[in-house]
């Protein structure tokens, strides 16, 4: 009695697949473009613009803005209304004419954009206004299916649609830009660089997961130089803010550690004698979360040079102090290593350029290190090799001073430390005995925590 229902629907499925092979273009040399246009619109005037080719029309939007030169609707406005209220739309009218004339749109757009100018909020509201007549042209539909997904024209909501979509997506940046009619380049554009500074502004949830840090971390350069440097404090607060207060897993810490030392440089070496660093600005509580994090590798990096100079006791040592640093109570640490132990740490870390340390120009024997870390106002001086630990208060003359890069052994042991044993002993500090007991670890646990109220149960310091 009735006709099959239909099982597809051929007509849509066709557009759908055009629209697809549509193919993404780079925008043309836009600035010589438009001043060759602006020099014809200037001979043209006189005659009420009627020697104008067609194609002077329709490319005007390239000649919009020019550098700092006054925007074309204050040089030429009787032209840029007969191109906004006659041509452009007659030409949207006309089917396949329509892509030709909407591109240089398009691109300007992009190219110029500029969130609080006045001038450019006039152009998005136009363009979007040309971009609602009804027209069959492909490209012109692929525009107004970003406008429908993206906002795409609307300057104070594309910022955070296009941010999110671009991060979310698990293509590459450049497979996720095609996929959204943008082509590689975009990202250099200052709608490429709004887009980047609303995706810093995602939260820390979206900025939190590793497949988005890649992403953002590899979108930030140009080659080796920073592709937006205005968001240098933006883009170190966005990404390293979130883990002042959450653990890291240890790729993403790797990732961001390598990431900010190589190109902001050491933040335990800030100050007069490490100028051009590019931590300006930057909020404290992303600065001592990389601290803290090249805190850990230090630690990590002093049992590994123990390990292989042949310390007799560097797991117990290594057993105390992660302890320490896991609870969140190692501030600071660094390293200074002999000759031996300075080889070793060249061999083992050649591939990471974060962990940097100081050297002895005497007084230690070329396999000793010693680690320097600060406790709650405690600082903390653990020589290896037998060598004993000793403890200052930071305020104190005799502290020594992390991050030298020369240090004298002699220099380091001749201040006397605080004492380990209430005056039961005749030297302060702690010589590393009984480990296997826990002896040594137990009295540095409890002069810790008589000292700054930390403590640590004896499962968690001893082996």
Partial sequence: MFAALPTGFPKLQFALQNLRKISVERPPDIRTIGVRLRTQYQVARATGYRGLLVSSIRKLPFAYYLDVQPCLRELEPALVTRYWTEALPAAMLQGRRSKRWFAPIFFTYCQQFHLNSTEFRDFASRALSALSMKSDDLF???????????????????????????????????????ENFLWPEFIDTPM????FSSVLDLGARALMRPEAVEKILKWSRNANQPRYPDLRVQLANALLIPWS???????????????????????????PGN????????????????????????????????????DSIWL????????????????????????????????????????????????????????????GGLVFSEWSHNGSLRAFRESSSGAPTLYGSRYNGYELREPESL?????????????????????????????????????????????
């Fill in 245 to 271: 207060s959450n653990t890291a897993p240890e790729p993403i810490k790797t990732l961001l550690v390598n990431y900010f030392v190589k190109h902001y440089r050491d933040p335990r070496l800030l100050g």
């Fill in 275 to 310: 100028p051009g660093h590019q931590w300006q600005g930057v909020s404290q509580r992303a600065i001592d979360t990389v601290r803290r994090w090249l805190a850990g590798d230090t630690l990590r990096g002093f049992m590994q040079i123990l390990e292989r100079t042949a």
């Fill in 419 to 463: 004492d380990f044993h209430d005056g039961q002993n005749v030297n302060p500090q702690l010589t590393h005995s009984a480990s296997d007991h826990g002896t040594w670890q137990r009295k540095a646990r409890d002069f810790i925590n008589r000292e700054t109220g930390l403590y640590l149960a004896n499962k968690a310091i001893t082996l």
């Fill in 316 to 375: 117990y040592r290594q057993k105390f102090w992660m302890a320490y640093y896991d609870a969140g109570h190692i501030e600071e640490a660094w390293l200074v290593l002999g000759d031996e132990a300075a080889m070793r740490a060249r061999q083992m870390f050649a591939n990471q350029p974060a962990m940097t340390y100081g050297r002895f120009t005497g007084g230690a024997t070329p396999q000793q290190s010693v680690l320097l870390l600060k406790i």
């Fill in 140 to 178: 012109v539909k692929r525009m107004q299916r970003l406008q429908t997904e993206l906002s795409f024209f609307q300057p104070n909501r594309v910022g955070s649609i296009l941010a999110g979509t671009l991060v979310e997506s698990s293509k590459p940046l450049n497979q996720a830009l095609e």
């Fill in 192 to 195: 490429g660089e709004h887009t």
